[in-house]
């Protein structure tokens, strides 16, 4: 009986292991997709600002055009 009961707490012990690594890699993953995140926002609005800058320089030219 004693060595059923070790068992069990073994297995609990490492169940709680694989738990808490879960739980840790998790934890990184959700952090990583908030810097992702971040990042895709700065690149959508440097994407935006380059697209006024473009309209803006395309319509600085026009004024250059030869008839």
């Known amino acids: 009986m004693a060595a059923s009961a070790q068992q069990v707490s073994a297995t609990f012990d ?3 292991a694989i738990s808490e690594s879960s739980t ?3 934890k990184q ?8 995140l971040a990042s895709m926002e700065e690149i959508s609005s440097a994407t ?5 800058l473009a309209v803006n320089l395309s319509s600085g030219v026009g004024q250059f055009k030869l008839s």
């Open 14 to 16: 490492s169940l709680q």
């Open 29 to 36: 993953v959700a952090s990583l997709s908030e810097g992702q």
């Open 48 to 52: 935006h600002m380059l697209d006024k």
């Open 24 to 26: 840790e890699t998790s």
